[in-house]
């Protein structure tokens, strides 16, 4: 499997991305450059989190019109594996590939830790290995991770179990206790309707390898390899 992370002025998770691919899951990687026009051969594109354009504006607001986005625009209408993390999900969402918008963290705060996330889907390319409810830590690392949608779309995100992560406790409790953001619902990742378009504020990049102190976003990697190599049932 190849995968593309692509590279905007400010990214600054594009290395750790690249390294757990490569190093840890063993996928042959290359960066694009976000004035690039292809993807080249890439199954997987991975948008990284950082701050591109130094956020000016709104994160996410101008790497929206950079020139790769409307590769990772194609390639995601054909059904191909897109995951945006962080920076990448707001990239997402203001590229309208994902439905919503970021505001700032309700505390105003940049917030940097580890924190819990319940598992409530595992039918998409990025959570096929996870056990539906499973508890898992990753770290997050934003100032805009308030994830905001209206009423009707957060609906539709349920009825079609588009919420993918919640922030919720080590036991699974999603309450307003365990929401670091003041994220909508304590959502922390969706996908799209296709559900081959994943957004998620924490970092899975950061916690897949035992060094680290935490392996728990490797079965994200897992999944997806495992689809894209046809495995899939």
Sequence with gaps: MKAAVVVFPGSNCDTDCYNVLKDVMGM???FVWHK????GEAELIVLPG???YGDYLRTGAVARFSRVMEAVKKHADQGKPVIGICNGFQILLEAGLLPGAMLRNLS???ICKHVWLRVEDTNSI????????ETISL???HGEG????????LKRLQDESRVAFRYSSKDGDVSAAFNPNGAKSNIA???NEKRNVLGMMPHPERASEDVLGCDHGRKIWESILDVTMGSRT
């Excluded at 690039?36 to 993807?39: F, N, P, R, V």
């Excluded at 308030?146 to 779309?153: L, V």
């Design 28 to 30: 042959k990687v290359e």
């Design 36 to 39: 690039d026009a292809a993807l």
């Design 50 to 52: 950082g701050f591109s």
């Design 108 to 110: 105003l705060s940049f």
């Design 126 to 133: 990025f959570t096929r290995h996870f056990k539906k409810g």
């Design 139 to 141: 770290p997050i690392a």
């Design 146 to 153: 308030n994830y905001y949608c209206s009423d009707d779309t």
């Design 189 to 191: 990742g969706i996908l």
